[in-house]
């Protein structure tokens, strides 16, 4: 049973509207008003219209509103770069950067294996230079970090070198070293 008032879908034998409360019509239709005999005067012409009974005019029918489709997730466009690496007109990487990084990793790893710690004393210098100047060229972290490793490295040879030749000397004084 639908309510003549909002047009909302109730059972059947709801007395009330679910939606509004309006009080809903029984199963029957109420009876309509009797029509009245019309009776037509013999002195008038047959020509006139003739009058019908007033009807009451109809509930206002429902107006129902369209739902609109569920919107759809759109993702978010994030700034992203213009250029591609490896395109033209890209940001090129800084090999000097990139090499001082490498040797400093590497000097400090050879400066504690016995027998090549002049390759670690070797490496720390060239880095330190690439460093530096991929530094002056574009000051990037890999070229603070290949200068630091660098450093450091530099330094721990040559702390290294001074206590092997103050043992060797000190071993030499006390004629422990050629016998």
């Known amino acids: 049973m639908f309510c003549t008032n909002c047009g909302t879908k109730?059972?059947?034998?709801?007395?009330?509207c679910d939606n509004c409360g309006q009080p809903l019509g029984s199963a029957e239709k109420p009876a309509e008003p009797a029509a009245q005999p019309v009776v037509e005067p013999a002195a008038q012409p047959a020509a006139q219209p003739v009058a019908q009974p007033a009807?009451?005019?109809?509930?206002?029918?429902?107006?129902?509103?369209?739902?609109q489709p569920p919107q759809q997730y759109q993702q978010p466009v994030y700034n992203q770069p213009s250029q591609q690496p490896g395109q033209p007109g890209a940001a090129p990487s800084n090999g000097m950067a990139i090499a001082s990084l490498t040797?400093?990793?590497?000097?400090?790893?050879?400066?504690?294996?016995?027998?090549?710690?002049?390759?670690?004393?070797?490496?720390?210098?060239?880095?330190?230079?690439?460093?530096?100047?991929?530094?002056?060229?574009?000051p990037s972290g890999m070229a603070t970090a290949g200068i630091v490793l660098s450093i450091i490295a530099l330094a721990i040879s040559v702390i290294v070198t001074i206590a092997c030749f103050a043992c060797m000397s000190s071993l030499a004084s006390f004629g422990w070293?050629?016998?």
């Not at 109730?10 to 009330?16: G, T």
């Not at 009807?55 to 739902?67: F, G, L, N, T």
């Not at 000097?107 to 002049?118: D, H, M, N, R």
């Open 10 to 16: 109730n059972v059947e034998d709801a007395k009330f």
């Open 55 to 67: 009807q009451e005019p109809a509930p206002p029918q429902p107006v129902y509103q369209q739902q």
């Open 103 to 138: 040797l400093g990793i590497i000097s400090a790893i050879f400066i504690f294996i016995p027998g090549l710690a002049w390759i670690g004393t070797i490496c720390a210098i060239v880095g330190l230079i690439l460093g530096i100047a991929a530094k002056k060229k574009a």
């Open 177 to 179: 070293l050629f016998d």
